[in-house]
């Protein structure tokens, strides 16, 4: 696309304060004494929104990206009507990511993890691109990263648990640069991201960093940056479920960029996230106001992780406690966390759909439950501006009138495989 020029940009650490410039695919400073996340510092203070024919770049002021990619889509805002209404808000705002052409959405796999992919893969150097990116994803975030190097024919190994790939489906036959290994039914996410780490261990693989990625979290915060665009103002609640809270550390880190930006208010909008009963382990932290992740039987957590409808809300390990990671930002903004049942997931998701016109997806049920309910429990004014994060949707339109195609797996793995069983089978059976 013309009149592309990357923004210039310096990586700080967040632990001790210093930068460097963007090389070698930095997930985290090496001299930092203890964990902690690194942040773009861009040259460009204030956001200027590019022409929407850019797609997701329109907001490429603030990604670290070297180049765009083809097919890319950005989340829409709109004031709801019909759902505020019912609840008696004034000023509501969705912010949508996913398939509602009527608003202007068009993602192909109906995700905000395309906001992630497009990001993180427009980052990768030439020479990287002569390797293999790995990602380990519980189900969307393989299906976005999938559709993205198939379009554009980069590289790519997902590491999925088994029970999840029903999530890999597309509207046509990906390129064969796309593969994917999976850990064995009965496994979880946690277990696919163990997969994926040994892999990386592997030569001419390379790992896409997860939250560490300033490009995933960057990617993400366009959800932010198209709802605070949209309203005119920074919001001053921010509504969304979490699996490793990665988004919404996103959003924080868009808030505080835009309070340099000047033009859109003053405030930190307060992080109302939720998660999927019985699956809770950051409800649990936080309950207790504990910088560290308390306890978690792995048995256990893979059984309450079976039981949750929004599977990819379903992580063992999330950025909680490390610098700058998701306890910092409910911190910073005097966040809170909301534990929402199936049941009530399942209710909310239908309302949202008989209301606002389009089906979402099990995780932005969960946070529109959340907002149901601090709403009945007086936690939110009725004229503030709110921000619905819709995280996934229109899944069901998109699927009524296509012919899908499945990514199957390459290669099953226990869930105990050994490096040298695993390195054997992988040089056998993967050919890029």
């Known amino acids: 696309m013309d009149s592309f020029k990357p923004t210039k940009y310096r990586i700080e650490s967040l632990l001790s304060g210093s930068t460097c410039e963007d090389s070698n695919w930095i997930l985290e400073m090496p001299d930092d004494e203890k964990p902690a996340l690194i942040r773009a510092r861009y040259a460009n203070k204030q956001l200027r929104l590019k022409n929407p024919k850019f ?23 709109y004031k709801s009507e019909m759902l505020a209404q019912k609840l008696g808000l004034q000023n509501l705002h969705i912010t949508f990511s996913g398939y509602f052409p009527e608003k202007g959405a068009t993602m192909r796999t109906c995700s905000f993890k395309e906001t992630e992919a497009y990001s993180v893969c427009a980052r990768l150097s030439d020479e990287q691109l002569n390797n293999v990116l790995v990602v380990a994803s519980a189900g969307n975030t393989a299906r976005a990263f999938a559709q993205v190097c198939s379009d554009n024919n980069i590289k790519l190994l997902l590491c999925v648990p088994e029970d999840n790939i029903e999530s890999l489906w597309f509207e046509k036959p990906l390129n064969k640069c796309v ?49 605070t665009t949209s309203i005119g103002h920074i919001p001053d609640y921010y509504f969304q479920a979490i699996g490793s809270g990665t988004g919404a550390i996103a ?8 309070l340099e930006d000047g033009r859109f208010g003053n405030n930190k909008m307060r992080l109302l996230l939720s998660q999927n009963k019985p699956f809770l382990p950051i ?23 079976s039981k949750i409808d929004a599977k990819v809300l379903s992580n063992r390990k999330p950025p909680y406690a490390l610098v700058g990671g998701l306890f910092d930002a409910l911190t910073d903004t005097k966040g809170a966390i909301y534990a929402i049942s199936n049941e009530e997931a399942r209710v909310a998701g239908e309302l949202f759909e008989q209301l606002e016109g389009i089906d979402i997806h099990p995780a932005a049920a969960v946070a529109t439950a959340s907002l149901i309910q601090a709403v009945e429990n007086g936690a939110i004014d009725n004229h503030s501006r709110i921000m619905l994060n819709i995280t996934g949707g229109g899944e069901k339109r998109f699927k009524s009138d ?9 290669i099953v793995f226990e869930t105990n495989a050994e490096a040298d069983l695993i390195a054997s089978e992988i040089a056998e059976k993967l050919h890029f």
């Open 179 to 227: 593969k994917l290994i999976v850990t064995k039914s009965g496994s979880d996410y946690f277990d696919a991201i163990h997969l994926s780490n040994i892999v990386c261990g592997f030569e001419g693989f390379f790992p896409e960093g997860g939250a560490k990625n300033i490009a995933r979290r960057d990617g993400m915060a366009t959800t932010m940056l198209s709802a």
């Open 55 to 77: 797609g997701l770049y329109q907001f490429a002021d603030w990604l670290p990206i070297k180049r765009i990619l083809e097919n890319s889509s950005a989340p829409i805002t």
């Open 402 to 410: 296509r012919e899908l195609f499945f990514l199957k797996p390459d």
């Open 251 to 258: 959003a924080w880190e868009a808030n505080l960029r835009l």
């Open 283 to 305: 409800y649990e932290a936080w309950k207790q106001q504990s910088r560290e992740m308390l306890p978690y039987d792995s048995d256990q957590a893979r059984c309450d992780a």
